[in-house]
């Protein structure tokens, strides 16, 4: 072969790759285009979830790794999704395949606070779901996701609403009182995530998103204030909160040291203890201490990074299980 064959030869492999990188890019960026408008996930088959029996209210408590995103799926077969994980590909696969086996008549969504391991993945879920409200935490919408949160609601028509101490949503017969933060002016990450009290039919689950021991002794603080002026501080109108009556404890900040104290859990004195990590995550929870502090008052222990999804079930007649699976 001269050398100016091979020169020839040489050029056309060039091109012919050339033309190869370009094709990919093309194919590559029509998905991206194709999967922004018309998410590839929302083709994914559903789990196997069995169906909800009449009159059951069901708390599902994803696992999400590092995160939080739990699911409460009402009586009336509409659900209101509290945080969404991170907003990694996996994660809102997840949550998305999770919430098409549910089969939910209407969607409301609840975003605790700002950390990205809970409100990452809620323009994904927007993205596939219409909410009929949209609750935000309480620091400004102007903060990065909150603000794409807020328009993306806003353009399907939701209504977006904040969430702070004595806010209710209700749902045939159940309901969440906030009861932390107190007002829309806080701004410390953690414990301005809001807390939600739920309850149906006599059982009570405690939300307690990631607030540490001092907004806890703050809050048990006001608790014996209202107990010695023979009141009920927490309760939001008609809608009564009784923290010492929890039954089932969201443990807050998943099991970090530095929350779940000592007097927070004497007060609540939950039987089940639900914490939602990830595995070998770099925190190193759940704690040591707060596993200890837990196990101190007899609560049963799910960790969904040992457990994978956990699912309490509520009957309308007050009794409660408790089951796991992975997916």
Known sequence: MTDKEYKKRNLYRILWR?????????????IGIWNYFTPFRRYLPAYGIEERKEGEVRIHFLDVGQGDCEIVEFSDGSALVIDAGDGSWENNDHILQYLKSLHISALFLAVTHADADHCGGATSILLDWRAEAVYLP????SMGIYEEIGERAAAQGAEVKPLSRYDVIERCGAYAVCI??????????????????????????????DISAERENRLISEQKLGDSLGEHIFDSGDFA???EETDILKVSHHGSGGSSSEAWLALLSPKTAVISCGKGNIYGHPTDGALTRLAAIGADIYRTDELGDVMVTISKNGTYTTKYHYY
């Not at 309480?138 to 919408?141: K, M, T, Y």
């Open 180 to 209: 932390s933060p107190y007002s829309v002016d806080e701004w410390d990450t953690n414990d301005s995530s809001a807390v939600l009290f739920f309850s149906y039919a006599g059982v009570n689950v405690l939300f307690g998103g």
């Open 18 to 30: 050339a033309v190869g990188i370009f094709i990919a890019v093309c194919i590559i960026t029509a």
């Open 241 to 243: 909160v009784r923290l």
């Open 138 to 141: 309480v620091l400004p919408a």
